[in-house]
Nanobody, 116 residues
């Protein structure tokens, strides 16, 4: 059974940094592309970043480029999202996810609130 468990979300102030983690199990982690997405209140879920199977290739959407860094640990089966220079626009629930065949599997999400 595929399981994705995110943690690390918190209430932070603008300009702060935060690191999210996602523990994965139940699928071939080392041969899977992993992604972080987010959903802000009232908005649709959107992709934030993705990382290739071996971690050498990463992709970021424009609004996080230069601020967020996705990484993975293929020994511990974990994926991370380092977020710097956070602003109120980054307030959202953050999800790690993986596509296996035609199905996208999601974790339960971890909330990030950026507020002064």
């Amino acid at each position: 059974q595929v399981r994705l468990v995110e943690f690390g979300g918190a209430l932070v102030q603008p300009g702060d940094s935060l690191r999210l983690s996602c523990a994965a199990s139940g699928f071939p982690f080392n041969t899977s592309v992993l992604r972080w997405s987010r959903q802000a209140p009232g908005n649709q879920r959107e992709l934030v970043a993705s990382i290739s199977e071996d971690g050498t290739l990463t992709h970021y959407v424009n609004f996080v480029k230069g601020r967020f860094t996705i990484s993975r640990d293929n020994v511990k089966n974990m994926v991370f999202l380092q977020m710097n220079s956070l602003s109120s626009e980054d307030t959202a629930v953050y999800y790690c996810n993986v596509r296996l065949g035609s199905t996208v599997h999601w974790g339960q999400g971890t909330p990030v609130t950026v507020s002064s």
